[in-house]
């Protein structure tokens, strides 16, 4: 019996592609739910990530360590996934840890599972090459954004694009995310 919860990922995935009963019943069978407090760690650095979260309710953020400072790559919320790419798909060690910004409910599958998903239907891979094809458009958009534009142009455009979020991100985050100073962003934003 489906729950509201698996209706919220099936309901995703529709967006997508057309999900058949097989499939939803593949899903039900392989996606785990977990929920983690804010500041607890969805994925630590040091270990390769084996798994791929569908964040329910909440908000999240990667990041790395660079000489002892933490630098924000990008935040995740509802409806969207969230892993460690190049450590998901390569089975590496990377940079990156993930953590909870806020209290986060999850849905996670492991890589195996996504795998038999993407042999086992078709459809899967579409929805792969549909969803990756905007958050490819989104990190070149980021590129460009962070090369070519003033620090106010890229506060004004973090707003627009996490225009649903961004009162929920700290400061703090939000300028290591921008690459400007906290006091920089405080200027900007008076």
Known sequence: METQKESILYHHFEKFIPISESLKIELFNRIEYQEFKKGELLHQSHKVCT??????????????????????????????????????????????????????????????????LFDHFPEMERYARLSMGAIMRHLLERITILRFTTAKEKYNHFCEVYKDIYHRIPLGMVASYLGITQETLSRIRK
């Open 51 to 116: 798994k791929s979260y569908f964040i329910q309710k909440g908000l999240v953020r990667s990041f790395f360590l660079k000489d002892g400072k933490e630098i924000t790559e990008f935040f995740s919320c509802e409806n969207e996934w969230v892993n460690s790419p190049k450590s998901f798909m390569q089975r590496k060690v990377d940079i990156y840890d993930i953590d909870a910004i806020e209290d986060t409910s999850v849905f996670w599958l492991e890589i195996n599972d996504l795998g038999y």
